[in-house]
């Protein structure tokens, strides 16, 4: 093999799932939440409306739903003005 060529993908490290938020990917400890990631993204739980793979996730449920490998996360975050 020609130096400089290299055939390694790149990949989570073990123990982590890919997700996509707002269409960009990350890379979550596996058994994180949808607050963990909210958290990690520096976001209120307070301030936000989330939706993984099309269904919109109740705040209720944010510190106990586990993400999975593959969700598709839509955030969007509300903003105070007048």
């Given at each position: 093999m020609?130096?400089?060529?290299?055939?390694a993908t790149l990949r989570p490290m073990s123990g982590q799932i890919t997700v996509s938020?707002?269409?960009e990917t990350r890379?979550?400890?596996?058994?994180?939440t949808v607050a963990?990631?909210?958290?990690?993204?520096?976001l209120d739980t307070r301030k936000v409306a989330?939706?993984?793979?099309?269904?919109?996730?109740p705040?209720?449920?944010?510190?106990?739903?586990?993400?999975?490998?593959?969700?598709?996360?839509?955030?969007v975050h509300f903003i105070g003005g007048g």
């Open positions: 020609p130096f400089g060529h290299c055939t938020v707002n269409g890379h979550m400890p596996q058994g994180a963990a990631l909210l958290s990690a993204i520096g989330v939706e993984r793979n099309e269904e919109i996730v705040r209720s449920t944010y510190a106990t739903l586990a993400l999975t490998e593959g969700d598709t996360l839509e955030i």
